[in-house]
């Protein structure tokens, strides 16, 4: 048994592949006999992610979900930023650039629309909660942006620790339910073709989300969703700690 354990341990990352192909099986299944395919495989795989990152968190009373076991420690690497921005960049290369130049105009407005809306929703959140100063209520507008937007806004213009820590929470609740939510709803919005992949990814701007929920759509979208959802985080980290803080302090003294 210790010599299993440590041979799990040495070989982190390809025990995380081994188990996510496990994940993927089991999904595609579940998705194939319990919901006749209705629900896609990929959003039952995240799902079942969650479960089991919120289960290795209790267990261990660590802060990475299940990569605080040992012996499934590869999961912190395999679920970083850089095989996540990898997946990503590598499905560019079947981009048409055709397209991205038709949709340029929609997807310029569907951008700063995203951003304004979405913002406006995380401060009458925020308000809600209670807060009333304008640090605290952009923080947590922003973070309804994005959860990279909110923490950078946060720190630009001296919010509070537990502003930043509520702008991350909801930015990661917002990331989740495009996830899960995006296949359920794709073919009602007309989300079939790059054109509103593009659009959409401006209006909603999570790129974790949006790649995640266009990945259980159609994989195929996923890079043209991905580029503006990217752009939207730019254009976050550029409007919310400025005009939009500005705004906010006219509005609330």
Known sequence: MEYITTLLSKNGLIVAFFSIGLIMYASDFL???LTNKKIPAS??????????????????????GIADIKQLSGFELMGGAMFRDFAIVSTA???SFAIIKKTGLAGIISLFT??????LCGSLI????????????????????TFI?????????????????NSIATGLVK??????????????????????AMVFGGLIGTTS?????????????????????????GLGCLLCPSILYLLVKVIVG
Do not use: E, H, Q
Request: positive net charge; charged residues 10%; contains cysteine.
């Open 43 to 64: 959003a039952i795989a995240i799902f079942l992610g969650l479960v089991i990152s919120y289960i290795g968190g209790i267990l261990t009373g660590g802060n990475k």
């Open 209 to 233: 989300g949006v790649a995640a929920g266009l990945a259980s759509t159609d994989p195929k979208l996923v890079p043209y969703g991905a580029m503006t959802a990217t752009f939207y985080t």
């Open 31 to 33: 998705s194939d006999k």
């Open 175 to 196: 990331s989740i339910l495009v996830t899960i939510g995006t296949p359920l709803v794709a073919r009602f919005i007309g989300l079939n073709n790059p054109v509103t």
């Open 149 to 165: 937007v909110g923490p950078v806004t946060g720190a630009a213009i001296g919010a509070s620790s537990d502003a930043i820590a």
């Open 93 to 95: 290369m079947g981009v």
């Open 126 to 145: 925020a308000y809600a909660m209670g807060y009333r100063d304008a640090k605290s209520i952009t923080t947590i507008g922003a973070g309804a942006c």
């Open 114 to 119: 995203g951003v304004i809306l979405t913002f």
